[in-house]
């Protein structure tokens, strides 16, 4: 059987940013909580122009469109690829309860019509059940791929200890045979089990959030698939040469590595605790963007490691809160760095405007609202590096356009 992974990956966050250590002070708060205790020091700020359609429009663009197009986001008029048989996206903070944010992005991105597009929701776990089901769609028509797009805005409310485990962006995958960068290993561990450690109901546009009981319940549910799938799968930690996992914020997935650390040597211990600090990279300075955050950490690690070879074992610990946990490994293809864009990613974060407290406040305050009256985006706050915008929401329908 062919191998079948992750063929090429990219991200988008919007062009705003607040510093965290400025809010720590508004909030009167010591920074060293942000950026020590829970491991953030910038977060990505979504204004009303974007959601997760206009960002994951954003991502889907520079992975479809690989390399020339990669870096001016601009989809080309012609040369549309037509084995794309499926486009998933993994979303916790969708704009429509029937249809799916895929179709809005197929739309803009201009793919052919001869695919299926859905939306798969499962909190932070969206995104790894779009990457398992592309897996499957792959494996089972051959020379088909398939677009994964894990898009959202994690929004806890101003003042809340949340607040500081916020973020936006997108992160889109490619998932097809024989991939260039990531082959994912057939075996997994999923664990699901019902419980109310965080949620959103559908009314509301911010989440609520048990913090210490979530907490304790990811690192529960990553003891559980670990000891169940390095017994089964035969591997232990020093079979792996990094892993990557969910970052709700960047302190959490430390809490649960820790708990397995002890049973590498001290020189392997060193090395993947090195190459966490490389998947944390990002997430330290966008925040939580949800079912997007374990690839985001992916991108992260091949970008900021250049230690890792081909045939290296990476392990991914995915986790929704409701909740689901899933366990899974992939195997670094040959040439993978060469599918990297790792300067293009910086400058996506380098080149954002900084956003003063009252600023980011006034622009959280005035988000397209879940309501039945018309409503104009913010268009002050506009991001050039998107084509694609949220114009407007007018007899109760959603207009997406070009700027
Ligand atoms: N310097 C350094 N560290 C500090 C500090 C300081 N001045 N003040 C506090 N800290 C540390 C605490 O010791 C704690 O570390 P620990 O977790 O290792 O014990 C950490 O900062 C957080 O402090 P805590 O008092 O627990 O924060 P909080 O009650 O304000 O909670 C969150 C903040 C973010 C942890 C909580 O709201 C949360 O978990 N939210 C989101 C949960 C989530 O996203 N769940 C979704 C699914 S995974």
Known sequence: MAAVGIDSIGFYTPGFYIDLRELAEVRGVDPDKYSIGIGQDEQAVAPSNQDIVTMGAAAAVKVLYYSAQYCSAQPPRQSQPDDIGLVIVGTESGVDASKASALFIHGLIGLSSWCRCIEIKEA??????????????VRTHPGKRALVIASDIARYGLGTPGEVTQGAGAVAMVVSEDPHILAIEPYTTAYSHSISDFWRPVYADSAIARGRYST???IGFFRKVWDRFSAEAGLTLDDFAAMCFHLPYTK???????????????????QLEQRYHSSIAYSRRVGNIYSG???LGLLSLLDNDQSLDPGDRIGFFSYGSGA?????????QPGFGARLHARHNKKLLDQRHKLDINEYEQIFTNPIPYSSEDSTADIKHADPRNPFILKEVKDQERIYGRQ
């Open 293 to 295: 955050s374990l690839y």
């Open 252 to 270: 959490m997935g430390m809490k649960a590595f820790s708990s397995i650390l002890g049973t590498v040597g001290s020189e392997a211990r060193g």
């Open 216 to 218: 304790e319940q990811y």
């Open 124 to 137: 932070c776990f969206g995104g790894t059940a779009g990457l398992m089901s592309a897996c499957d769609y």
């Open 324 to 332: 689901v946990g899933e366990l899974f490994t992939g195997i670094l």
